[in-house]
């Protein structure tokens, strides 16, 4: 099969026109985060046994940095710090029900933005770009199980 010469450049404009249908759902309500807090907020959603030291690792940051940032979403409410029941000389951060919504309602958002776009497209190309994202996202999961963890570090 041929490759089309622009298709990497296709990708990248159309990653771009996501970004900004995803960022313009979240401008669009005022938020009282920024989006590296966002960021921080999701980590922790998605690794609910999270530490400072932990959720450094995973922004690429310092310690104090990361405790810097959960000091001020605890501060707004979204984060508490726990004892962890099973040593309690580790600290856990911990999504309120605040942050919860927030989460919760930043999605509904986006996914509101990202279907009012596909709406404007025909039916037949909404099928064909569920299967050709499908598949890119199947080669990207391979490349990375042969590069390993280590080499698909993401910074905030």
Same mark, same amino acid.
């Given at each position: 099969?041929? @490759?089309?010469?622009n298709?990497? +450049?296709a990708?990248d $404009?159309? !990653? /771009?026109?996501?970004i900004g249908?995803l960022?313009?759902?979240?401008?669009?309500?005022?938020?009282?985060?920024?989006?590296?807090?966002l960021? #921080?907020?999701s980590?922790?959603?998605?690794?609910?046994?999270?530490?400072v030291?932990?959720? $450094?690792e995973?922004?690429? #940051?310092?310690?104090?940095s $990361?405790? @810097?940032?959960?000091d001020?979403?605890? $501060? #707004?409410?979204?984060?508490?710090? +726990?004892?962890?029941?099973r040593? @309690?000389r /580790?600290?856990?951060l911990v999504p309120?029900g !605040?942050?919860?919504?927030?989460?919760r309602?930043l999605?509904?958002r986006?996914?509101?933005?990202?279907? +009012?776009?596909?709406?404007?497209?025909?039916?037949?190309?909404?099928?064909?770009?569920?299967?050709?994202?499908?598949a890119?996202s199947? !080669?990207a999961?391979?490349?990375a199980?042969?590069?390993?963890?280590d080499?698909?570090?993401?910074?905030?």
């Amino acid at each position: 099969m041929e @490759r089309s010469p622009n298709l990497a +450049a296709a990708i990248d $404009a159309a !990653a /771009e026109a996501l970004i900004g249908v995803l960022d313009s759902a979240t401008s669009r309500h005022a938020l009282s985060v920024s989006p590296t807090q966002l960021r #921080v907020l999701s980590l922790i959603m998605a690794h609910p046994d999270t530490n400072v030291n932990r959720l $450094a690792e995973l922004l690429d #940051v310092v310690p104090s940095s $990361a405790s @810097r940032l959960c000091d001020r979403l605890e $501060a #707004v409410g979204l984060v508490r710090r +726990a004892a962890d029941p099973r040593d @309690r000389r /580790e600290v856990r951060l911990v999504p309120t029900g !605040a942050a919860e919504t927030l989460l919760r309602d930043l999605k509904a958002r986006r996914h509101q933005a990202v279907q +009012a776009v596909l709406d404007r497209m025909p039916n037949r190309v909404q099928h064909e770009l569920l299967l050709a994202l499908l598949a890119f996202s199947q !080669a990207a999961s391979l490349g990375a199980q042969q590069t390993g963890p280590d080499s698909t570090a993401r910074t905030a």
